[in-house]
């Protein structure tokens, strides 16, 4: 086959690693023209989330090709990295489980999938995937929604959202008596408002550069809106701090917080940078009255249970192997397609 994929996540790279090789929306079609353009690829689409880095390629000489990307991608990021390296059947057997959530840090969680779709349209829409790659990401959608239609592999589950709202309530006790500012108000920054609201939270402020959607998730919670470029101003009277937002750069450095804390009368201040690249400097760790955690912290919390589920992780690699055997039936019997696979 000429299929090839290499990528790093959540399994072999701290988040001080994975946030170096990420690879912002706006930035996606450019890397991945680079990548054509320098590896000799003739289809790719890059999937870049908070927990992984990964590229899909079909080349003539894949062995090559993987070794050119990689090199661009560590160029780009400034340093080394490991990547884990798949070529053939055995890329096509790593993207149905990553699609299908058996890959993820929360075992079975269903965002993966959108983000997954997401990589592909933009791969589509830019022109850089053809009859390989918009066959095997077709085939990998299938095979995700057939492990959550004959497996109970979410049964339980904890998406990212609610491993945050449990960690806040294990570092700070009852929520009834917090406020929380929410810092990005996209999907994930809405998943953890809700849990932190399930769990009683008193009072949500919400703030994000696009000022309507702020207003739109603090008014179904019964929360309200702040000005993006103001949200340092409520540092001093918020009890949790989560961020989520999208940026290159860091949105808050330990000397901007310091003199926050130095208010707060001993009350402890609990923040969650769930951002890739971070947005805050992992510097606050060290400043008395702040606890600072990041979206590799919640691991332990979102594997909570998954002992339970162990039965229906089998039922779904079942599902993942004959699907995987179904999609190189179906290449073998397309004499072109074969050939590019």
């Not at 289809?43 to 880095?53: D, F, G, I, K, Q």
């Not at 400043?287 to 691991?299: K, M, N, S, V």
Request: charged share 25%.
């Amino acid at each position: 086959m000429n299929l090839f994929s290499l990528g790093l996540s959540h399994h072999t790279a701290a988040v001080s690693l994975r946030e170096r090789f990420a690879v912002g929306a706006d930035q996606t079609d450019a890397v991945m023209r680079g990548l054509r353009e320098g590896a000799g690829l003739e289809e790719v689409v890059l999937l870049s989330t908070c927990n992984r880095v990964e590229v899909y390629g079909v080349a003539q000489d894949p062995a090559a090709a993987m070794e050119i990307a990689l090199a661009a991608l560590q160029r780009r990021a400034g340093r080394a990295a490991e990547f884990a390296r798949f070529n053939g059947a055995g890329s096509v057997h790593h993207l149905f489980r990553v699609a299908a959530g058996l890959d993820s840090m929360v075992l079975g969680e269903t965002e993966i999938l959108g983000q997954v779709k997401d990589a592909y349209a933009a791969a589509f829409g830019a022109g850089h995937t053809s009859a390989v790659l918009n066959r095997l990401f077709q085939h990998a959608f299938r095979a995700a929604k057939q492990v959550r239609s004959e497996t109970e592999i979410g049964r339980g589950a904890v998406s990212v959202g609610s491993a945050a709202a449990r960690l806040a309530s294990s570092d700070l006790g009852d929520l009834s008596t917090c406020r929380a500012l929410l810092l990005g108000a996209g999907e994930a920054g809405e998943d953890v408002a809700r849990s932190l609201h399930a769990r009683g939270l008193m009072e949500l402020l919400a703030a994000n550069r696009t000022f309507s959607r702020a207003e739109a998730l603090a008014a179904a919670l019964g929360g309200r809106a702040v000005e993006f470029e103001r949200w340092r101003d409520h540092l001093a009277t918020v009890d949790i701090v989560i961020a989520c937002a999208a940026t290159p750069s860091r949105l808050l450095r330990a000397d901007e917080l310091a003199p926050s804390l130095a208010v707060r009368e001993e009350r402890p201040l609990f923040l969650l940078d769930l951002a890739v690249p971070r947005n805050f400097d992992p510097a606050i760790r060290i400043l008395r009255g702040a606890t600072l955690h990041d979206i590799d912290d919640l691991e332990a919390v979102a594997r909570e249970g998954e002992s339970l589920r162990a039965a229906e992780v089998e039922k779904a690699e079942v599902v993942i192997a004959a699907q995987v055997a179904e999609f190189a039936r179906r290449a073998a019997e397309r004499p072109a397609f074969a050939a590019a696979a």
